[in-house]
C-alpha cells in the first residue's frame, strides 16, 4: 500500500525557523507537493519538489531526497498566520492520483 | 479572476436522503478532482475528471456516491442514501493539467449526515 507519515502536531514560537517532516513509501513517484491549509479553510499550494534538492520561495523552503523517500518544508521568521495544516502529497506518476498525508497541525506562540 | 467554488457550503441531511454538491472550477481547467476530508485527515481522492471524462473514478467508497461533469465545465457529486460515515469535507479541485499540476481547491461542503 501507500503511506505517507508527517507528524501530527508541532508547536514553534513566533519568528522562529521550524522544519515539518515527510515520509513517504509509494509504488510510484513522480514529484511531492506541499499544501497550507488553515482551518475550515481550502488548501492552497506552496511547492512541487521533483527534483533532489531545496528550492526557496521566500519564508518557505521545501526539500526533497527520492533515493530517502523523505522532504521537508521549511519555515522561517513564523508568523501568526502561519498557524495552520500543512499536507504533504505525493504525486506517484502522471495518470495516476495524488495521496495526501495526514496533515500536521502547526501551532504558533506569541 | 474567480477561484473555484462550491455550493452548497454546508449541508445537513437525514440518513437516507440523497444529496448533490456543486463544484464551479476556474474557467478553462481541464483538469477537476473531488476529494472527501474526514476531520483530522488530509484529503482523500474520490475522483477526477478530463473535461467531460471521468479518467479515475476508484475513490468513490460505494456505488452510492457518483460523480458528473457533463460539459466538461461545472461537476456535481451525488451521493444516494447518505449514512452517518458519509459526514465529512468534500472538496473540488482544478487543475490546468493532470494530477502534476497544481491544483486549485474551493473551499468545501461540509456534509453532515444525522
Known amino acids: 500500500g501507500q503511506n505517507i507519515d508527517q507528524p501530527t502536531e508541532m508547536t514553534a514560537t513566533e519568528g522562529a525557523i521550524v522544519q515539518i517532516n515527510c515520509t513517504y513509501q509509494?509504488?510510484?513517484?513522480?514529484?511531492l507537493f506541499w499544501y497550507q491549509q488553515h482551518a475550515g479553510e481550502a488548501p492552497t499550494f506552496l511547492s512541487y519538489?521533483?527534483?533532489?534538492g531545496l528550492e526557496e520561495k521566500g519564508r518557505f523552503s521545501s526539500f526533497l531526497s527520492r533515493s530517502k523517500g523523505y522532504s521537508y518544508l521549511l519555515l522561517k521568521e513564523l508568523q501568526m498566520k502561519d498557524s495552520a495544516s500543512y499536507l504533504c502529497a505525493v504525486d506517484m506518476n502522471r495518470d495516476d492520483k495524488i495521496i495526501f498525508g495526514k496533515g500536521t497541525r502547526l501551532h504558533i506562540l506569541p | 479572476g474567480a477561484g473555484v467554488s462550491q455550493s452548497p457550503r454546508y449541508k445537513v441531511a437525514k440518513r437516507g436522503q440523497d444529496v448533490a454538491l456543486r463544484c464551479d472550477p476556474i474557467?478553462?481547467?481541464?483538469?477537476l478532482f473531488w476529494y472527501q476530508q474526514a476531520l483530522g485527515q488530509g484529503p482523500e481522492f474520490l475522483t477526477y475528471f478530463q473535461n467531460e471524462a471521468q479518467l479515475d473514478k476508484s475513490g468513490l467508497p460505494s456505488d452510492r456516491f457518483f460523480a458528473e461533469r457533463p460539459e466538461g465545465s461545472v461537476s456535481t457529486l451525488k451521493i444516494q442514501r447518505t449514512q452517518q460515515e458519509d459526514s465529512a469535507v468534500y472538496l473540488c479541485?482544478?487543475?490546468?493539467?493532470?494530477?502534476?499540476?497544481?491544483?486549485?481547491f474551493g473551499p468545501g461542503t461540509r456534509l453532515t449526515v444525522t
Open positions: 474557467s478553462g481547467h481541464v483538469s
Open positions: 509509494t509504488s510510484g513517484f513522480n514529484g
Open positions: 519538489n521533483v527534483l533532489d
Open positions: 479541485a482544478s487543475s490546468l493539467g493532470t494530477f502534476s499540476y497544481e491544483q486549485y
